[in-house]
Every structure is written in structure tokens, then in C-alpha cells.
Antibody, heavy 121, light 106 residues
Framework: QVQLQESGPGLVKPSGTLSLTCAVSGGSISSSNWWSWVRQPPGKGLEWIGEIYHSGSTNYNPSLKSRVTISVDKSKNQFSLKLSSVTAADTAVYYC??????????????WGQGTLVTVSS | SYELTQPPSVSVSPGQTASITCSGGKLGDKYACWYQQKPGQSPVLVIYQDSERPSGIPERFSGSNSGNTATLTISGTQAMDEADYYCQAWDSSTVVFGGGTRLTVL
């Protein structure tokens, strides 16, 4: 069973870049799965950020596309998120998750435990 | 952009049937998924491809999707089912989540 674990700084300054990594265990990032980032502001709902395939192919949420980069490191069996020009509105719990497919059959199972990132000076 | 609309809250008595709806344009032409999220925990997939249950999800969870509305039904609702529920679909190369519904078991 695949397990996911997020890591990265819990505090980022405004206008800075948020950087997180998701370590994949119990399976290979080079499998046929897609690998996603999802965030949840405190007390609010879920927002999909984007996804990546091991080939490097990506899909991003249009509302965040200009600030987001998702990359994969096959040698370390992990994938990463960079979100630039952050503001307080980017404060959220960030989850990594995986889906056996992209497109209409996409469904996220499992999810990582999530990591809270606060944007503040 | 595509939107999925859920009622903010639904209440149900223990042992009764809870229905949570998710509305979006021509949603029935897409696949809908549902996630359960308890306080302080990560979301858990409870229904995918409209009506399929992942292994380990109790049979009391079921789903349907037709027209503009997908529905998550919980039969014989238990206290442990109290949680936030989110629907999810895919549109124009983007994953979309509903705003979430808080299920209260009174």
C-alpha cells in the first residue's frame, strides 16, 4: 500500500516561495499513478493545486498556474511543490495525494497526513 | 470555471438514511467521487466513479449520479459517520471539489 509523507517549512514569509516535498513509500513514483497536491485553508474546503506524472507531464489549477511548479525526483521517489509570491491567502494545510489515473476517472487514494504552512512575516 | 455545489450542512438521526447532494452542470456526464474528512484528519475516499466503493468502506455508503446531481447516501447512519463530505469531479483538465457538507448525526 502506497504511503505519502509531506515535509517542508511550516512558515513562509509574504512574497516568498513555498516549497514542499512528498515522499512516496510502499510503491514507485514511476508507476502509472498521477501525483497531486491539494490544499485546505483553515476551516475551509479543499482546493486542487495540480498533478504530475513520472514522465514530467503536469496539469495545474488555472487559478494558481502562474505561481505553481510541480516536479518529480525519481531517484528519491518523491515529488515536490513550489508556490511563488505567496500571501496570507496561501496559508493552508497542504496535502499530497495520488490517483491511479488522471482525467474523468481521477480519484485520490491515499492522501498524506498534511502539513500546515503559514504565510506570515 | 466549473463549480460543484453542496449544501453546507445535513443532519440525520442515528440509524436513518443521510443523503448529501452535489450539483454541477451536466455532472451526470462526468464521474463523481466522494471523500469523508473527520476533524484533524486527511480526507478518505468513500465513493469513486459515481457508485464504486473502495475496499474497506462499509456497504452503507453508496452513490449515484444523473443529470446535474450526484448523491452520496449513507444508510443506517452511525455516530462515526459524522464528518465533512466533499464531492469531486474533473472538468477541462482540472480537478474540482465541492465546497463540502458537514454531516451531523443527532
Amino acid at each position: 500500500q502506497v504511503q505519502l509523507q509531506e515535509s517542508g517549512p511550516g512558515l513562509v514569509k509574504p512574497s516568498g516561495t513555498l516549497s514542499l516535498t512528498c515522499a512516496v513509500s510502499g510503491g514507485s513514483i514511476s508507476s502509472s499513478n498521477w501525483w497531486s497536491w491539494v490544499r485546505q485553508p483553515p476551516g475551509k474546503g479543499l482546493e486542487w493545486i495540480g498533478e504530475i506524472y513520472h514522465s514530467g507531464s503536469t496539469n495545474y489549477n488555472p487559478s494558481l498556474k502562474s505561481r505553481v511548479t510541480i516536479s518529480v525526483d525519481k531517484s528519491k521517489n518523491q515529488f515536490s511543490l513550489k508556490l511563488s509570491s505567496v500571501t496570507a491567502a496561501d496559508t493552508a494545510v497542504y496535502y499530497c495525494a495520488t490517483s491511479t489515473s488522471s482525467g474523468h476517472q481521477a480519484r485520490f487514494d491515499p492522501w498524506g497526513q498534511g502539513t500546515l504552512v503559514t504565510v506570515s512575516s | 470555471s466549473y463549480e460543484l455545489t453542496q449544501p453546507p450542512s445535513v443532519s440525520v438521526s442515528p440509524g436513518q438514511t443521510a443523503s448529501i447532494t452535489c450539483s454541477g452542470g451536466k455532472l451526470g456526464d462526468k464521474y463523481a467521487c466522494w471523500y469523508q474528512q473527520k476533524p484533524g484528519q486527511s480526507p478518505v475516499l468513500v465513493i469513486y466513479q459515481d457508485s464504486e466503493r473502495p475496499s474497506g468502506i462499509p456497504e452503507r455508503f453508496s452513490g449515484s449520479n444523473s443529470g446535474n446531481t450526484a448523491t452520496l447516501t449513507i444508510s443506517g447512519t452511525q455516530a462515526m459517520d459524522e464528518a465533512d463530505y466533499y464531492c469531486q469531479a474533473w472538468d477541462s483538465s482540472t480537478v474540482v471539489f465541492g465546497g463540502g457538507t458537514r454531516l451531523t448525526v443527532l
